[in-house]
């Protein structure tokens, strides 16, 4: 990362500060929220890819071979999302 020197008004260091205090972060991961949000706003940083997360079914949620037999198992669910 590179670094980068920045002079700020009073107010908004005094504001920054106290954001700072009360969540419990660094000046510098503020500035680099607040700066990244504004660029992405303007269209010259695109939004960050969400990364995608599976949940484990619950114990006893019924399939025990989902792994396997996947083809079954999604067929039966979307039969289930078309009946009226």
Known sequence: MQQVTI???TTII?????????HKVSSS??????????????????KPKKSFHL???PK???YTD???????VLAEFTACLYID
């Open 66 to 72: 989902t792994s396997i037999n996947h083809d079954a």
């Open 14 to 22: 005094n504001a920054l500060a106290a954001y700072n205090q009360e």
């Open 7 to 9: 002079e700020l008004p």
């Open 60 to 62: 006893g949620s019924g």
């Open 29 to 46: 991961d503020t500035v680099q929220t607040a700066i990244e949000s504004f660029l992405i706003a303007k269209g010259y940083l695109s």
């Open 55 to 57: 949940s484990p079914a």
